[in-house]
């Protein structure tokens, strides 16, 4: 049984990517990066 995920706080303001289906989101310091597609989106900027 796989562990809880436990999301990463970013820093400062950004932009995080799915590579499985491209979707973008705009996020503010201090929010969790979600989950997308199964996985933790990317940080791209």
């Not at 049984?1 to 995080?16: A, F, H, L, S």
């Not at 973008?24 to 900027?45: A, H, R, S, V, W």
């Amino acid at each position: 049984m796989p562990g809880k995920y436990e999301p990463e706080i970013v820093q400062e303001d950004c932009t995080v990517y799915c590579s499985t289906c491209n979707k973008t989101i705009e996020l503010k310091k201090g929010e969790p990066i979600p989950l997308c597609c199964g996985k933790p989106m990317e940080i791209i900027d």
